[in-house]
C-alpha cells in the first residue's frame, strides 16, 4: 500500500474509501478528572489535520470532541487549575470536599474553585479554552447531557435487552464479568455515588433496580452507601466499554484517534461490542504513540502535567501544531528546557516550505503540510531564531530589539511592519521560557550605565575590546578576544569578564560574554565598553 507525505491523507483516504454521508463525524473524548494538558490535545490535533484534509477535499466536517463528565471522581488529583489556569496543590482548595464526592459523577460535584456550574464543567471550559487558544474548531460533547437529554437512551436501552450477548462478547476481554453482570451502572438517589450493583432489569418500565454498594477504582473499591432504590435508563451511565462504541452510534463517528493504551485494551472489545451488540461499524481508528513532557510521562493526577496556556506563552500556536504534524506513530518528548530546538525545528519546516532550505527527505511533508499549521501563508513572515529572540529579550527597549535584528540580518528597509511586529512576539515568549526555565538566558541588560570602578589597566582594556567590536568580528571571535585581551594588559581572565559583567549586566556573571556581544547592537556594545552610555 502506498503512502502519502502526510500521514493524515492516509487517514482521510480509509475514510472516503468508506463512502461516509456529510457530515464526517471526527472524534476524540476524555474524562474532565483534573487539569486539561498537551496530552489530550493528541486526539484535539490529530482529528484536527484529518479534519482540515477532508474539508479541503470538499467534505462538510464535524469535529466533535466528548467531555465523560458523567465518570465517577474516582481519585483526587494532586493539583488543579482555576480559570486563569493558575495551578494550585490541594492545599489551595478544600481537598476533603472532593475527597468525600469520590464515586460520584464529576457534573454532579461542586466545582472546587466556584467558577463553574461543577467540576466537570470547570475542567471542560478549560479544554475548550485550550482547543480555541490552538484555533482548532471543536464541538465539545457533554455525556451527562446526552444521558439526561435521552439522546444516549435507546442504546443504553439496546445494549441492556441484549445483556447476555454483552455479558458474553465483554468476558472475552475483561476479567470478572459473571452471570449476574449487568452493562450499567446507575446513580444513587441517596448518596449520588454509581454503583455497579444492578439487581433487576425492567425495560418496560425503563428501570433497573440497585443496591449502593459502590464501585471499584482501579485497584480500589469506593463504598456505596447501601440504600437500594430504582434508576430510569438516564439517571446512571454505560461502563466505558460499552459507552465508547454507544457514542460512536449515536453521533454517527467517522474517525477516531486513540492512544495506544485504548489499542490495546477497549479498542478491540470496543469494536466487536459495535458490531455484535449494536449493529455498527466502527470508526476508522488511529492508535498514537504518546509523548513524555521532560522525558517523564504526563499525567493529571500525579501532577506532571503542562498546560496548552503555559506553552502559549513559550512559543507560537504554528509551533505547537507543527509538535503533532509530525508522525504519530514516533514517540517523543517535549522538553521545556530545550523548546528552542523545538522552535528552530519548526522554523526549518517552514524554511524548507518556501525553497530556503534543501531538505529532500523532509519537503514533500513540508509542501503538503505546512499550509494547515498557519492562519495565512505568507513568505514575508520573519522568524527570528529563539535562542536570538532570548537575548534580545535580555533588554526591554524595542528599539534597540530592532536594531540589534536588522544588525544581524533579520530585518531590512524592506521588512514590512506586520512582519517586524509578528517577529516581536516571539521575543516576548523567549523571554518568559529564560524566566521560567532560569536558564543562561535569564539575565536583564542594562539601558543605562551601571556605576563602575575599574582598574586603569582593566579601563584600558575594555578601550581595546571596543576597538575590536567595531572592527565588526562576530561573538566567537570576541569571546577570544577577550582572553588575549586580558593577558594583553596583566589583567586576570575573571576579572576581565567580571567588568563586562558589570558593565552589560550591573552583576558579576551572565552569559558567554563575547557571543552575547556579538549578537548585540555594535554601535552599542562600543560605546558601553567605553562607558559613554
Avoid at 444521558?147 to 441492556?160: D, I, K, M, N, Q
Avoid at 459473571?178 to 439487581?199: H, I, N, W
Avoid at 454517527?252 to 486513540?258: A, I, K, Q
Amino acid at each position: 500500500m502506498s503512502h502519502n507525505a502526510f500521514w493524515a491523507d492516509d487517514v482521510a483516504d480509509e475514510i472516503e474509501a468508506r463512502d461516509p454521508e456529510d457530515p464526517i463525524v471526527i472524534k476524540g473524548g476524555v474524562s474532565p478528572s483534573g487539569v486539561p494538558h498537551l496530552g489530550h490535545f493528541n486526539e484535539i490535533m490529530r482529528g484536527y489535520f484529518v479534519a482540515a484534509v477532508l474539508r479541503e477535499r470538499g467534505h462538510e466536517v464535524r469535529q466533535v470532541f466528548t467531555s465523560d463528565d458523567r465518570d465517577a471522581l474516582r481519585a483526587v488529583p494532586r493539583r488543579l487549575a482555576d480559570s486563569d489556569w493558575t495551578l494550585v496543590g490541594l492545599g489551595e482548595v478544600d481537598a476533603g470536599a472532593l475527597g468525600r464526592n469520590l464515586g460520584k459523577p464529576y457534573t454532579d460535584i461542586p466545582d472546587p474553585f466556584g467558577e463553574s456550574d461543577s467540576y466537570g464543567a470547570h475542567f471542560t471550559d478549560l479544554l475548550a479554552r485550550s482547543a480555541e487558544a490552538v484555533g482548532v474548531p471543536v464541538e465539545m460533547v457533554s455525556n451527562t447531557a446526552l444521558y439526561e437529554s435521552g439522546e444516549f437512551e435507546a442504546v443504553t436501552r439496546e445494549v441492556l435487552a441484549k445483556r447476555d450477548l454483552a455479558r458474553e462478547v465483554l468476558a472475552e476481554y475483561q476479567d470478572g464479568v459473571d452471570e449476574d453482570y449487568v452493562p450499567f451502572m446507575p446513580q444513587c438517589s441517596a448518596c449520588g455515588k454509581l454503583t455497579q450493583d444492578v439487581r433487576d432489569v425492567d425495560l418496560d418500565a425503563g428501570e433497573v433496580a440497585y443496591a449502593c454498594s459502590g464501585l471499584d477504582a482501579g485497584g480500589d473499591h469506593i463504598d456505596g452507601c447501601g440504600h437500594e432504590g430504582t434508576a430510569t435508563l438516564r439517571e446512571g451511565k454505560l461502563p466505558w466499554r460499552f459507552e465508547w462504541p454507544a457514542q460512536w452510534k449515536v453521533l454517527g463517528v467517522d474517525f477516531e484517534p486513540f492512544g495506544k493504551d485504548h489499542a490495546e485494551g477497549s479498542w478491540p472489545s470496543g469494536e466487536e461490542i459495535a458490531r455484535r451488540v449494536l449493529d455498527v461499524d466502527p470508526p476508522v481508528p488511529m492508535t498514537y504513540e504518546w509523548f513524555t513532557l521532560d522525558g517523564e510521562p504526563l499525567s493529571s493526577s500525579s501532577g506532571n502535567v503542562v498546560t496548552v496556556d503555559e506553552v502559549l506563552a513559550l512559543l507560537e500556536p504554528e509551533v505547537l501544531r507543527y509538535f503533532f504534524v509530525r508522525n504519530p506513530k514516533r514517540a517523543k518528548d517535549f522538553d521545556r528546557e530545550r523548546i528552542d530546538l523545538l522552535v528552530d525545528e519548526f522554523d526549518r519546516f517552514e524554511r524548507v516550505y518556501f525553497g530556503e532550505a534543501d531538505d529532500e527527505d523532509l519537503r514533500p511533508l513540508a509542501e503538503r503540510a505546512y499550509p494547515f499549521l498557519v492562519d495565512e501563508v505568507r513568505e514575508e513572515r520573519v522568524r527570528l531564531p529563539y535562542t536570538f529572540a532570548a537575548v534580545l529579550g535580555m533588554t526591554d527597549d524595542r528599539d534597540l530589539r530592532i536594531r540589534m535584528a536588522r544588525n544581524q540580518g533579520f530585518f531590512d528597509d524592506d521588512t514590512p511592519a506586520w512582519a517586524i511586529e509578528e517577529a516581536l512576539e516571539r521575543v516576548e515568549r523567549a523571554r518568559t521560557w529564560a524566566e521560567r526555565m532560569d536558564n543562561a538566558y535569564n539575565y536583564r541588560l542594562q539601558a543605562d550605565l551601571p556605576e563602575t570602578d575599574f582598574d586603569p589597566d582593566v579601563v584600558a582594556a575594555l578601550e581595546d575590546l571596543a576597538d575590536f567590536v567595531a572592527e565588526g568580528h562576530d561573538g566567537e571571535a570576541i569571546q577570544g578576544e577577550m582572553y588575549e585581551t586580558a593577558r594583553d594588559h596583566g589583567v586576570e581572565v575573571g576579572d576581565f569578564f567580571a567588568a563586562g559583567y558589570r558593565l552589560f549586566f550591573d552583576d558579576t556573571e551572565g552569559p558567554r560574554l563575547g557571543e552575547f556581544l556579538g549578537e548585540l547592537d555594535e554601535s552599542f556594545v562600543v560605546k558601553r565598553l567605553r562607558r559613554e552610555g
